[in-house]
């Protein structure tokens, strides 16, 4: 990998951990352009993807946009809870659970290569505003 390639994942990491929410590659590339403005979205979209082999970065499938990991099980699948209405993020490792998912899908032949889970709906915050009183 180049020295800029490595600079450009840098930067691009730094930008997911500074907003702690996801953001669309579109989103990033905007943030970068304001520094280096001739930067083109396949430059954003190999950083991303190298991020994401690397597992220091999650694509959310659902919503099309990346999260910096937040955990230091970098290679473990995670299961995703984004909530619906404040957009948070919470990561989650159930081993178990993952395994039991391969056992199933290898009844009838299929080899998993990865996994993504995502579930969706209301953090502990949002979900506790929307108690009626």
Same mark, same amino acid.
């Given at each position: 990998?180049?020295?800029?390639?490595?600079? &450009?994942?840098?930067? %691009?990491?730094? +930008?997911?951990?500074?907003?702690?929410?996801?953001?669309?590659?579109?989103? *990033?590339?905007?943030?970068?352009?304001?520094?280096?403005?001739?930067?083109?979205? &396949?430059? +954003?979209?190999?950083?991303?993807?190298?991020? &994401?082999?690397?597992?220091?970065?999650?694509? =959310?499938?659902? =919503?099309?946009?990346?999260?910096?990991?937040?955990?230091?099980?970098?290679?473990?699948?995670?299961?995703?809870?984004?909530?619906?209405?404040?957009?948070? *993020?919470?990561?989650? *490792?159930?081993?178990?659970? =993952?395994?039991?998912?391969?056992?199933?899908?290898?009844?009838?032949?299929?080899?998993?290569?990865?996994? %993504?889970?995502?579930?969706?709906?209301?953090?502990?915050?949002?979900?506790?505003?929307? %108690?009626?009183?």
């Amino acid at each position: 990998m180049s020295k800029r390639g490595e600079k &450009t994942q840098a930067e %691009v990491l730094a +930008i997911l951990r500074r907003h702690r929410r996801p953001l669309s590659a579109y989103d *990033v590339l905007g943030e970068l352009r304001e520094s280096n403005p001739k930067i083109a979205p &396949t430059t +954003i979209y190999r950083a991303l993807s190298a991020l &994401t082999e690397r597992g220091r970065v999650h694509r =959310l499938e659902s =919503l099309n946009a990346f999260i910096a990991c937040q955990g230091d099980r970098h290679h473990h699948a995670y299961i995703l809870s984004i909530c619906d209405d404040c957009g948070a *993020v919470e990561e989650s *490792v159930a081993p178990d659970l =993952l395994k039991a998912l391969s056992s199933i899908a290898g009844r009838s032949g299929f080899a998993p290569t990865r996994h %993504v889970i995502e579930v969706h709906g209301l953090c502990a915050s949002c979900g506790f505003a929307q %108690v009626p009183a």
